[in-house]
């Protein structure tokens, strides 16, 4: 079979292309770099399509903190380090984990890369864009999801996704199609005329992921995201970070259910007391702990 080649000659944007999602839905990906067939005899074509579209050939991070720092006061006036020197890379196709007990500063590390927070110290770039320099850029970069992020409750599933749409800048027919996407893709479009305010956490949470993706982002920061969500909803979740993943996107997740690391994670992080322990993959983790599983590996960081 052919395998595509990306030559010097051919680097003007190419056309969306139609990705496979399963049984269910076919998705419009963005225009990528346009891609030319090469014979498998060709030594130049041995790299995978993934590699070629996801950039692990060229290993550009997507993201890249650099000592991000941050600094709140206690009842008492005193410093609290709720993140303190924080610095990793991550990648086009990746899954990156970030882990770490309640309070270790998983959170304040993603409201930062994702501008809600201002860095005391440090800095980070993302998709490009320098969280001082060009946050708006940033904000129009990602996906940004957590546990907790709220929806407006007398608006509508449907009126949800276009309104967030139209901040990104989508409008018309446009629009419409991609609302029609993510409804199908999670399997929305029984409730999806119902107020928010009605619905249940997993509904919620569908439309909040839904609210996340409407723009098609090429970084996603996801934090706990299938918290509180029965299997059926979690794995909808779970199927569409392994799709993001898949179509290159970088994705940031925390979470505390070790089956999900051990299952998603490209490479992982471990923070504690708002310090970085470990950053690995799960063999390089496996090696330098002893350790088979994830919940066993992620202790022996954590209490050393």
Not at 87 to 93: D, K, L, M, Q, W
Not at 117 to 146: F, K, M, N, Q, W
Not at 263 to 268: A, E, M, T
Not at 286 to 293: L, P
């Amino acid at each position: 079979m052919a395998v595509p080649r990306l030559t010097s000659m051919t680097r003007r944007p190419a056309a969306p292309r139609e990705v496979a999602l399963g049984a269910r839905l076919r998705y419009l990906a963005p225009p990528m770099m346009e891609l030319e067939p090469a014979s498998e005899g060709n030594p130049r074509a041995l790299a995978s399509t993934r590699e070629i579209l996801t950039g692990e050939i060229l290993r550009v991070p997507a993201v890249r903190a650099e000592g991000l720092t941050k600094v709140f006061q206690d009842a008492r006036g005193a410093p609290l380090h709720a993140a303190d020197n924080i610095s990793f890379e991550c990648y086009p196709g990746e899954v990156f984990g970030l882990l770490g007990p309640n309070g270790a500063g998983k959170s304040t590390t993603l409201r930062m890369l994702s501008t809600v927070l201002r860095p005391t110290a440090g800095s980070a770039v993302v998709a490009g864009h320098g969280l001082e320099e060009d946050p708006l850029g940033v904000r129009r970069s990602i996906g940004y999801l957590s546990s907790s992020t709220g929806l407006y409750g007398r608006l509508t599933a449907r009126e949800t996704l276009d309104y967030f749409g139209s901040l990104h800048g989508l409008s018309g027919v446009g629009l419409r199609a991609r609302i029609a996407e993510l409804l199908l893709l999670f399997a929305m479009e029984e409730f999806a005329d119902v107020r928010c305010e009605k619905l249940s956490t997993g509904t919620r949470q569908k439309v909040s992921i839904a609210r996340a993706l409407i723009h098609d982002p090429p970084v996603l920061i996801l934090d706990e995201p299938t918290l509180g969500l029965d299997i059926l909803v979690a794995s909808v979740m779970i199927r569409c970070i392994e799709d993001c993943r898949a179509r290159g996107k970088c994705i940031i997740l925390s979470t505390h259910i070790m089956s999900e690391v051990e299952k998603l994670c490209d490479r992982v992080a471990i923070i504690h007391r708002g310090k970085l322990r470990a950053v690995g993959t799960l063999a390089e983790l496996r090696e330098r702990t002893g350790k088979q599983y994830m919940d066993d590996i992620f202790l022996a960081f954590v209490e050393a």
